[in-house]
């Protein structure tokens, strides 16, 4: 059983950085993190693969934010700078089991399992 618990959300101003985490247990070899804005769909900003390696980001976010992995902490991380008031939603972060096809997944139904979320607001 996989369990996942985001923290490190909060408000900043438009050009400012904020780091998210996810604590991670169990085994995943794809993860994601997901953002969904008040009346929007929940869409897919950042995937990480960990065997063979490789990372996807959305062209929204592409040159802005980092995703990464922490092995010895259990950790996956978003590292979100130049912020702008268009990011601003509940960040989630998701994972599977399966590595195959993971930098094409694109979709909440391709990730069994979701943290609670944390929220990201960015002013302007």
């Known amino acids: 059983q996989v369990q996942l618990v985001e923290s490190g959300g909060g408000s900043v101003q438009a050009g400012g950085s904020l780091r998210l985490s996810c604590a991670v247990s169990?085994?995943?070899?794809?993860m994601a993190w997901f953002r969904q804005a008040p009346g929007k769909e929940r869409e897919g900003v950042a995937t990480i693969r960990a065997t063979p390696g490789g990372i996807y980001y959305s062209d929204s976010v592409k040159g802005r934010f980092t995703i990464s992995r922490d092995n010895a902490k259990n950790t996956l991380n978003l590292q979100m700078n130049s912020l702008k008031p268009e990011d601003t939603a509940m960040y989630y972060c998701?994972?599977?089991?399966?590595?195959?096809?993971?930098?094409?997944?694109?979709?909440?139904?391709?990730?069994?399992?979701w943290g609670q979320g944390t929220q990201v607001t960015v002013s302007s």
């Open positions: 169990g085994p995943t070899n794809c």
């Open positions: 998701a994972a599977r089991v399966q590595w195959a096809g993971c930098l094409n997944s694109r979709s909440i139904q391709d990730f069994p399992y």
